[in-house]
């Protein structure tokens, strides 16, 4: 069975620094991966995935995500952060060849606290 | 356009109450989602529409949850004889097709408060 790791719960930046969010997958194959972003109150929003090809991904946001097959990683990364980057991020896979649709198993998340 | 939306936000029931959370996807929309999401965790797959047709519903913890979408559009999720940790945000999303590739546009998610 597929699984995300996600680790730290919690993130804090300085606006203005990098921020970094990791994910790490267990897959038997390399699967496909997502990037939510889920803001109080509303409902979960695409970052950005990676499907097939280029495995450096832009998303939405100034973010980018990096498929690493070698080390079944893809973290989440933007250069500078601002305010309104303060959210819970979650990392999700979904295996293409096992169940015919996409049946995204999630990470349990991070808090994203970005501070003046 | 609109996005998905979910009725009600909140839902507050006693133990051993029937309640129905409504999903409206994007229109056009074939492939539906349900996803329970606890306090501190990540969402939790329920069930799959392709469609009128539940694809796929090996997330429903019990025979106490079930889910319909009579004419391949709304889609409502039933909890019978509720219990205490039935309480988490429920969440609705739907995809153009369903593939593997796709992309799910989530809704703002019904509360339930089992007291």
């Known amino acids: 069975a597929q699984s995300v790791t996600q680790l730290g719960s919690h993130v804090s930046v300085s606006e203005g620094a990098l921020v970094l969010l990791r994910c790490n997958y267990s897959s038997s194959v390399p699967p496909y991966l997502f990037w939510y972003v889920q803001y109080p109150n509303q409902g979960l929003q695409l970052l950005l995935k990676?499907?097939?090809?280029?495995?450096l991904v832009k998303g939405i946001n100034g973010f980018e995500a990096e498929f690493k097959k070698s080390e079944t990683s893809f973290h989440l990364t933007k250069p500078s952060a601002h305010m309104s980057d303060a959210a819970e991020y979650f990392c999700?896979?979904?295996?293409?060849?096992?169940?015919?649709?996409?049946?995204?198993?999630f990470g349990t998340g991070t808090r994203l606290l970005v501070s003046p | 356009g609109a996005g998905v939306s979910q009725t009600p936000s909140n839902k507050v029931t006693e133990k051993g109450k029937y309640v129905e959370l409504r999903c409206d996807p994007i229109?056009?929309?074939?492939?539906l989602y349900w996803y329970r999401q606890s306090l501190g965790q990540g969402p939790e797959f329920l069930i799959y529409f392709q469609g009128t047709g539940a694809a796929d519903d090996s997330g429903l913890p019990n025979d106490r949850f079930f889910a319909v979408r009579p004419e391949g559009s709304v889609s409502t999720l039933k909890i019978q004889r509720t219990e205490r940790g039935d309480s988490a945000v429920y969440l609705c999303a739907s995809s153009l097709t369903g593939l593997e590739s796709d992309t799910q546009y989530f809704g703002p998610g019904t509360r339930l408060t089992v007291l």
């Open positions: 999700a896979v979904s295996d293409p060849m096992n169940t015919g649709f996409q049946k995204l198993v």
């Open positions: 990676y499907t097939t090809g280029a495995t």
């Open positions: 229109s056009g929309h074939t492939a």
